[in-house]
C-alpha cells in the first residue's frame, strides 16, 4: 500500500480532512466521485453559521473550531476564498441560539427599525463568508503541498479503497445513503440565482431552520448569491424558473435594485440531512480496515468543516 488513508469524497469535508491528516504526516489520497466544481459544496452560499446540522452542541463547538481557522485564512482572502462580510440575520435573537454564540465576537441584537424588510427583530454580525470554488481550489493546493493527492474515482463499495489503504475515510455525502446503507440520510435540495452585483457589500439572511423557502443574499467576487430553497426530499437537480423568480422577488423585497440585477446563472445542490445528525464514527471491516465516517452535515458542511475534521481524525489516528 502506497497510501496510508484514502478519503473518499472530494466535497469541501473530504478536501479539509484530508488537509488535516496529510499535514500530520500521513499519507492522504482523496477518491472523489466528481470534479471541485461539481460538488455539492461548490454550490453553498457560503456563510459561516451553524443553520440545520445536529447535534445541536457538538455542532456550535465544530462550528467554532472552524471560525478561528477562516478567522485566519481571511487573511489572504484572494488566495483561500475567505473573507469577513458584515450582515443581518433577520428574524433572529440571540436567546433563540445555542451556547456557541457567546463566543462569537461582535454578535448585536438589532431593534425593529435596524432590521431591512418586515422583520421585527434580527441580528448584526461580521462573518466569514466563503468563495466556494476559490476555497476547494485552495484546499486541494494545500493538501497537494502537504504530499496528498486527488483523483478522480468513484468508490462503489468499501472493499477497493480498503485494498488501498489500512484507513478509509467515508466523507460521501449524500451517497452515503448506498455506500453506508444508512437511510436516515436524506436530500434538503437548494435552488440558488447568480446576478450581478448591484453595489451590495453586506450579506442578508432570512433563513427559519424548518421553511422550505428562504432569502438571503451574498456578495461573492464577480456576483451576487441569491437564496433559496430547503425542500426536504426534493432531489431535482435542475434549476426550475418559477422558484428561481420567487427567489428575485423575495430578495428584492429587501434591496429593490436586486429587481433589474442581470441574472448569470442558476445552481442547485443538495444537502446532506441525516436523521440523528452528524455522523463521526469508525468501525472495523472483516477484512480489519478501519472505516471513519463523516457525513451528515445537513446544510452547515462549510461551517463545521475544520471542527469536524480534527474529531475524525482522531478516529483515524486513535
Known sequence: ??????????GVVGLTTAVT????GLRVRVWSRDAAEETTSAVAGALWWPYRIEPAEEAGAWALESLRVYGELAGAPEATGVRWVAGVHADTVLDGLGAWAARVEGLRQLAAGEVPGPYATGLAAR???????VHLAWLRTRLEAAGGVV?????????????AAPVVVNCTGL???????????????GQLVLVENPGIAEWFTAADAGAAETTYFFPQPGRLVLGGTAEEGAEGLAPDPATAARIVERCARIRPEIAGARVLGHRVGL????????R???????????????YGHGG????????????????VTG
Open 271 to 278: 444537502r446532506p440531512s441525516r436523521s440523528g445528525g452528524v
Open 300 to 315: 452547515a458542511g462549510v461551517t463545521v468543516a475544520w471542527g469536524c475534521a480534527l474529531r475524525a481524525a482522531e478516529l
Open 1 to 10: 500500500m502506497d497510501s496510508d488513508v484514502i478519503v473518499v469524497g472530494g
Open 127 to 133: 462573518l466569514p463568508l466563503i468563495d466556494m470554488p
Open 151 to 163: 483523483e478522480r474515482r468513484t468508490a462503489r463499495g468499501w472493499a477497493e479503497p480498503a485494498s
Open 280 to 294: 463521526i464514527e469508525a468501525e472495523r471491516l472483516p477484512d480489519g480496515t478501519r472505516l471513519v465516517h463523516h
Open 175 to 189: 451517497a452515503a445513503r448506498e455506500l453506508a446503507r444508512d437511510d436516515g440520510l436524506r436530500p434538503v435540495r
Open 21 to 24: 491528516l496529510a499535514e500530520r
